[in-house]
Every structure is written in C-alpha cells, then in structure tokens.
C-alpha cells in the first residue's frame, strides 16, 4: 500500500454574498491571485482558519459548519485568537486608535504576547517578510501556503514555550 499526501495552493477566490473567498488547488497554476497578507495572518492565526471537513464525503452543509463552528469554539484563545478581535493583522505595525489597541493588547496579552512589536509577535510574522525580522535568521516564503502553515506552526511553538514559563 501506497501512502501519499496530497498538497494545495491557496489562493484568493471568488467572492460569495460579499465576502472574500479563498481557494485550494492540487495545481498551483490553477490559483491566480495569491492571499493579501491579512488574510494569511487571519487564516493562519485565529480561528477563522478552521477548514470545512467532511472527510468521508457524506455529511449536509449544515453538519459540516456546525463541525466547524465546534472547533473555532475549541481553539479559540486556546490555540489560536479570536477572529473577532483581529489582533494578528495587527502584529509589527503601528496602532494609533487607543480604544482598538487596548483591545488588541487585552486580547495578545491573554494569549501570552508582550505586545505588537514584541519578540513574539515578530517570530510569529516573520514568515511574511523579505526579510528576517525576528532575529533567527529564518528563510523567506513565496506563497501564502507556505507562509499560513509556518505561521500557524510558529504560533503553536510560541504558545508552547509560554506555557512552559509559567509551569
């Protein structure tokens, strides 16, 4: 018996009732707009990056968003932040609006984040840079799947090493 992994591109889709889609594809040629950095940060850190499941291809609509919404409830300020918040668009940039970043700061702070420059935070983003800015020397991404995965990866790690320090 074979095993293979089947991998995807992502990419920025058509719109549906005025939201933006996003798209996968096993063909990258296939994905024509790559990802606005937002949403890759969205995608990789909060909750909205959940993914719509139905792996034995037999559930309805409505089973597979309730699945969803199950695990965005689970994951939420646990393992990734709070989609509502938007704190991760916010990482490494100014924040004038003082009543916005007393909320992103409330919301980073529960999660273990010192604040929006932070060495974490800049580990976290790093992926979307030119350019290292963490200061671990890490190597540049030229897709936004690569950059979601390894964000998302970096998140995980800097949640992990945070709860060691209390511990």
Not at 141 to 167: C, H, P, T, Y
């Amino acid at each position: 018996m074979h095993s293979w992994k089947l991998v995807f591109t992502w990419g920025e889709g058509p719109s549906f009732g005025g939201k933006k889609g996003t798209i996968a594809s096993s063909a990258a040629e296939n994905i024509d707009k790559q990802l606005s950095s937002l949403d890759e940060r969205m995608i990789a850190l909060t909750d909205t990056g959940a993914p719509f499941k139905d792996l034995k291809l037999k559930d309805s609509g409505s089973e597979i968003n309730k699945k969803r919404e199950k695990e965005r409830e689970y994951v939420r300020n646990r393992y990734k932040f709070a989609s509502t918040v938007r704190a991760p668009v916010y990482l490494c940039r100014d924040l004038e609006d003082s009543r916005l970043k007393r909320r992103v700061l409330k919301n980073l702070h529960y999660m273990g984040f010192e604040g929006l420059n932070s060495s974490k935070s800049r580990f976290i983003v790093c992926p979307q840079f030119d350019r290292c800015i963490c200061g671990r020397n890490c190597r540049t991404f030229d897709n936004s799947r690569d950059r979601i995965l390894e964000m998302s990866k970096r998140l995980s790690i800097a949640l992990k090493e945070g709860n060691q320090k209390v511990n």
